[in-house]
């Protein structure tokens, strides 16, 4: 399993985008790289998840260049309530070994 | 949709006894769970994998006759902590795998364990 590296705190402000890196350089070939989202005493929340090259939804995009070796999750217009712990994750989800192991996560706090 | 549940959400127990936790799937079925743990402020750890019909399996530093693990239906599996001590007091989460979704896993809301 690939193992991640994320920036341990990240602060913002309300309003402003913001871009979260994750470096995963032993990712395999059938790896997919999702982005969990954890608020005090609560279980993770799904993000996003991808391939290769850009994913949009409702909420975040995800940036995967051609080499995979990394990944940023960008949240448009934080507001406070963005304040989490922000997971990247790589594994085979579709496979035989489709545990997630969590890496440090990323504590990200929004200032008004 | 893809909602999963876990009971209880908080639970106080007194050392030496056992608990069980309950995680289940309430909208899908999941042939596979997950259990984790995690201690304030730091990350989720994995416990076990459970299988619908089958052992769980362990990974490593994590005693199986210590946290039993039984995934008896499609929408249950359950953790039960023998001879709970103090130690053992962490935020205990369970995911779940659709069935029919393999790339995706949804997370309980955790269950928080205190052991006096």
């Known amino acids: 399993l690939a193992k991640t590296t994320q920036p341990i705190s990240m602060d913002s402000y309300e309003g402003q985008e913001v871009n979260i890196t994750c470096s995963h350089n032993n990712i395999a070939t059938n790896d997919y790289i999702t982005w969990y989202q954890q608020f005090p005493s609560q279980g993770p929340r799904f993000i996003i998840q991808?391939?290769?090259t850009k994913v949009t939804n409702e909420v975040a995009s995800l940036f995967i260049p051609a080499d995979r070796k990394s990944s940023t999750l960008s949240l448009p217009r934080v507001s406070l309530s963005d304040t989490a712990v922000y997971y990247c994750l790589v594994g085979d989800m579709g496979g035989a070994t489709n545990k997630l192991i969590f890496g440090t996560g990323t504590l990200l706090a929004v200032q008004p | 949709g893809a909602v999963v549940s876990q009971h209880p959400s908080r639970v106080i127990c007194k050392s030496g006894t056992s608990v069980k936790i309950e995680c289940r799937s309430l909208?899908?079925?999941?042939?596979?769970m997950f259990w984790y743990r995690q201690f304030p402020k730091k990350s989720l750890m994995l416990m076990a994998t459970?299988?619908?019909?089958?052992?769980?399996?362990?990974e490593q530093g994590v005693e199986k006759d210590k946290f039993l693990i039984n995934h008896a239906s499609l929408t249950l599996s359950t953790l039960t902590v023998t001879s709970a001590h103090p130690e053992d007091s962490s935020f205990y989460i369970c995911?779940?795998?659709?069935?029919?979704?393999?790339?995706?896993?949804?997370f309980g809301p955790g269950t928080r364990l205190t052991v006096l």
């Open positions: 459970s299988n619908e019909g089958s052992k769980a399996t362990y």
């Open positions: 995911s779940a795998q659709p069935r029919d979704i393999t790339d995706t896993q949804y």
């Open positions: 909208d899908f079925q999941a042939t596979t």
């Open positions: 991808g391939y290769k």
